[in-house]
């Protein structure tokens, strides 16, 4: 079981060790040693030193050494640089070492340069054991890379000690010897799972480049001795090997340690161990038909068994690699995986009606760690920007790096804006509004019909503002025209009956003539009263009380705000006040009440009234107040009445 190990910061070394620049410099000393000493052999005695050897250590590992130096030059702190050289060292010492067997021959130079080949994985389980920021804190993690190399030396003197006949050994005997080295190499990888399985984003994002470039190393060293035991000469069986180790694993840990984000090495290691996963499977499938067909059914050949291998392969072939990415998804990107698992069953919420889509900006920002992230859509009238949420918002920079731009049906309906960037994060961005269609084009949708809504809300207000304008209009028209006239002829009139010279009988004549004038005057005050109440004329809260003490029951006004708020328009005041004409017109005479209370609130540029009663309750809230709740809705308001029976009667009106 792996120990529990804190992750997250560089590791201290312990005990009297050089520092990385030093460890870098002689390991480049011994490279150049090597190689000198292969030129120098390779000079004396040319016809037994292979000079292929010393062209890969000159020239093939030299990448290697400079890649090594350039990460201890950048990063002087980092164990990876000296450990990056030590994997092109160790493969130059092996090859000095065959080339030194080569020169002295006999017993003695078969015992030099038969197990050399081990170091050329030995730098490459150094390097995993120190990769990214050195030995783990424990005593049991420190004594890995001394065990390693034990194991490693003792295979090497193990293979010497037979090629010199000291030991008659087979090939057969020799397999607990390499399968010891395996379970080393696998030993010296645990470090990286275990940073990988705890460490923090960096760090496993860093030994994903790492396993990315060297999960085909151990394939091939198994390969390589598969090869060796058929009879394949050993520099050609570990060439792979070599490659391996001298272009993808040093490639990928200078990309791991100087640009770890570069690309989304999550999910291409998933898909790299989903395929050799995938491959391996597929082989082993094959290989099984092959020998059943074979060797169970009598007379079949070896290419019957081959078809029905491939027929076989070919058919688990596509669900296996299917089944495989999402094992690797869940294994070796779990963010990821996560990520589009969030997205789908939020999508699917949103698709039944359980979340709202215009809430799209808070779950990309939760999902994509990204407070600073912003949803913007174009305003429905092509001029502008907004949020989900309909609010105007300033538009984007055109050279602002993190805009990713969103389009439904190939038009471009809005973008999305990374308050923090970088190639995975804009990729990770990229695949979540690839999933996002459905709700972004829900919220598009969702701001174009608030917006259509709006605009008829406020036309239908402007509508009955200019009505209740009108009204207001014509009463002072009927006031300060027709009125103030007939009354001007019924006086011009009594003083000719008071001090005219007028026939018998014309005084009551006269008399009739401005009682008919006055009635007329009534007949128009009355119009006007129907078109807006009279008690308007002192304000809100005073018609409201004059209707208040005018009923048969005691009603109670309360009013907050509406006075100091400042003016009420002429819509909302009129429509307000026939709510509680209403609503208690219905309790006189319907709620059987002994009381009734009248709240009027004025709160953030909105007009409450609340009428309520202590009757019998039991009104039905789709029959009460037609007229009302139309007068309501038409100035943009809403009505709800709360009618428990037995529990009285409650009106409220927002307008």
Not at 131 to 143: E, V
Request: glycine share 10%; charged share 20%.
């Amino acid at each position: 079981m792996l120990a529990r190990i804190p992750l997250g910061v560089p590791v201290v070394q312990h005990g009297a060790v050089a520092p990385p620049s030093t460890r870098t410099a002689l390991v480049v000393a011994g490279w150049l040693g090597c190689a000198g000493v292969q030129l120098t052999l390779w000079a004396a005695v040319p016809d037994r030193v292979d000079g292929d050897n010393l062209l890969v250590t000159l020239v093939a590992l030299a990448p290697t050494v400079l890649l090594g130096t350039v990460l201890a030059l950048r990063r002087p702190d980092s164990p990876v640089g000296p450990a990056l050289t030590g994997l092109a060292a160790l493969p130059a010492l092996t090859f000095a070492l065959e080339a030194t067997g080569a020169a002295v021959g006999g017993d003695l130079g078969a015992a030099l340069a038969a197990g050399a080949w081990v170091h050329l994985v030995t730098g490459f389980g150094l390097l995993c054991q120190a990769f990214p920021d050195g030995l783990l804190p424990r005593r049991r993690w420190r004594l890995l890379p001394g065990v390693f190399l034990g194991v490693a030396v003792a295979l090497q003197v193990l293979l010497g000690l037979t090629a010199a006949g000291v030991l008659e050994l087979t090939a057969p005997q020799l397999l607990p010897g390499y399968a010891a080295l395996l379970v080393a190499l696998a030993a010296s990888v645990a470090p990286l799972v275990l940073r990988f399985r705890r460490g923090p984003a960096r760090v496993r994002r860093q030994v994903g480049w790492l396993a990315l470039g060297a999960v085909c190393v151990p394939v091939l060293l198994a390969t390589g001795w598969g090869l060796q035991l058929v009879g394949v000469p050993v520099g050609l069986a570990y060439l792979p090997v070599l490659a391996a180790l001298l272009l993808a694993v040093p490639a990928s840990v200078a990309v791991a340690v100087l640009r770890h984000d570069l690309l989304d090495v999550d999910r291409l290691l998933g898909q790299t161990a989903a395929w050799l996963a995938t491959a391996v499977t597929a082989a082993a499938v094959f290989a099984a038909g092959v020998w059943a067909t074979v060797r169970l059914v009598p007379g079949q050949d070896t290419a019957t068994g081959a078809a029905v291998g491939a027929f076989l392969a070919a058919i688990g072939l596509l669900p296996l690699h299917r089944r495989a990415l999402a094992v690797a998804g869940r294994v070796l990107d779990p963010e990821r995986t996560v990520l589009h698992a969030r997205l789908r069953t939020w999508v699917h919420d949103v698709r039944d009606g359980r979340a709202d889509a215009a809430g799209v900006t808070a779950m990309l920002r939760a999902l994509l760690d990204d407070p600073d992230l912003d949803l913007l859509l174009r305003s429905p009238d092509g001029e502008g920007w907004v949020s989900p949420a309909g609010e105007p918002v300033p538009g984007p920079a055109d050279d602002d790096p993190g805009l990713i731009p969103l389009r439904s049906a190939g038009v471009a309906i809005g973008v999305l804006r990374l308050g923090r960037t970088g190639t995975r994060r804009l990729r990770r961005a990229r695949e979540a509004v690839v999933e996002l269609q459905l709700p972004l084009e829900l919220a598009r949708l969702q701001v174009g019909l608030r917006t259509a809504l709006t605009a008829v809300q406020d036309s239908r207000a402007r509508l009955v503002g200019a009505a209740a304008a009108e009204r207001v209009r014509l009463e002072r028209d009927l006031h300060d025209g027709a009125q103030t006239d007939l009354l001007a002829i019924g006086m011009a009139l009594r003083r000719l009956a008071r001090d005219g010279d007028l026939p018998p009988g014309g005084t009551a004549e006269l008399d009739g003539a401005v009682r008919g004038i006055e009635q007329v005057v009534a007949e128009l005050r009355r119009l006007a009263h129907g078109v807006r109440p009279a008690r308007l004329d002192d304000g809100l809260v005073a018609a409201v009380l004059d209707l208040a003490a005018a009923g048969p029951l005691p009603v109670e006004v309360v009013a907050e705000g509406v006075d100091e708020a400042g003016p009420v328009s002429e819509a909302r005041t009129t429509t307000a006040y026939f709510v509680v004409a209403e609503a208690l017109a219905n309790t006189y005479k319907h709620a059987g009440a002994a009381r009734a209370a009248v709240r009027l609130e004025q709160v953030d540029g909105r007009l409450r009234v609340q009428v309520r009663d202590d009757g019998v309750g039991g009104a039905g809230s789709a029959t009460v107040l037609r007229t009302v709740r139309d007068r309501v809705l038409a100035v943009g308001g809403r009505l709800a009445v709360d009618s428990p029976a037995g529990a009285g009667t409650t009106v409220i009106a927002e307008l």
